[in-house]
């Protein structure tokens, strides 16, 4: 296992996503998979404006902080990240993740995250190439590149995907950086290997981990296979 730079994480590192989880059963859904040993948990954030659901909101962070002790990552799926980082005060969210293709100028967005007292993450969708988080690859703490289109869980992955993030791994090697690259969307246990195996750091795993008959031995597969 190596170590990251993101509050010292130790990779490989499988993030609960909560799209997956049973919406009326949150707080469990949270202790349970905290239990199986999940080492974040990931929020989609989504208007029904720039993709086509619903889900999720600051008020979640409120209400399932005191169900666990793990990191809040939470990705602003909407058209409006600047209009809305306010709702993240007082600061329950660990890390903010905002889509670059939602940002007229990314560097001001992503101070104003770090100024807030979080870590800043970009992402970029499966038809967006590398080039266009490469010029801000020094103001972030993480690069999450997507395997499919977001919107809804189970889909899945795109062709591309593990080039980009070999391309992306390089690229913040060659600057002498230390940025864990996540990767969400299609992360199944036919895919968690070659994931790792491009470079990817974070594996956020939705309904292979909630739907699982047992979710402990879920994420424990994840972490095996990961480090094949």
Known sequence: ???????????????????????????????????????????????????????????????????????FHVH??????????????????????????????????????????MLAGLSLNPDEPLQAAQAYLQEIDLLLVLGVFPGFGGQSMQPGT???ISLARQAISLLGLEIPIAVDGGVNRQTAPELVGAGADILIVGTALFKAARINRAVARFKALAEM
Do not use: W
């Open 162 to 164: 593990l080039e980009k």
């Open 76 to 117: 602003l799926e909407l058209g409006n990240p600047d209009e809305v980082l306010e709702k993240f005060k007082p600061m329950q969210a660990d890390m903010v993740i905002v889509c670059r293709n939602t940002l007229p100028d990314p560097s001001r967005t992503l101070s104003r995250i770090r100024k807030m007292g």
């Open 1 to 71: 296992m190596r170590q990251g730079n993101l509050a010292g994480l130790m990779i490989p590192h499988i993030s609960a996503s909560l799209l997956a989880a049973d919406y009326a059963h949150l707080g469990r859904d949270v202790q349970r998979a905290e239990r199986a040993g999940a080492d974040s948990f990931h929020f989609d954030m989504m208007d029904g404006h720039y993709v086509p659901n619903l889900a999720l909101t600051p008020d979640h962070l409120t209400a399932l902080r005191p169900h666990t002790s793990l990191p």
